[in-house]
């Protein structure tokens, strides 16, 4: 009998809640506040905090830290606008640092 495997999953290191779909990379060339990050299209049981305008190495953004919505750790940023119409296509999406995030049924 055929063992039934759930979507791919990326859940929070500290308390396992699962945070995005695998199917929902967008980029996996980004880099976070202390590691590599992926771009994500859609992220579930996060908080969005207070939206802040940041200086990040693609140029001037307007983010919101997202934390997880279990145990509160800063898991990356949403970026909210981008000032430049190159950087416009993030937009809306999230970014999860590969330090923060553990893949599940894999």
């Given at each position: 009998m055929a063992e039934l495997v759930g979507p791919r999953l990326y859940s929070c290191y500290n308390c396992r809640n699962h945070v995005s779909l695998h199917d929902d990379i967008v980029s996996?060339?980004?880099?976070?506040r202390n590691s590599r990050a992926f771009l994500f299209s859609h992220a579930m049981n996060i908080v969005v905090g207070p939206k802040e305008d940041r200086h990040l190495l693609t140029g001037l953004h307007t983010v919101a830290d997202i934390y997880c919505a279990d145990c509160r750790e800063v898991l990356g940023w949403k970026y909210e606008r981008a000032y430049e119409a190159t950087q416009k296509y993030k937009e809306g999406k999230f970014i999860l640092e590969k330090a923060k995030i553990i893949k599940e049924n894999w």
């Open positions: 996996k060339a980004f880099q976070g």
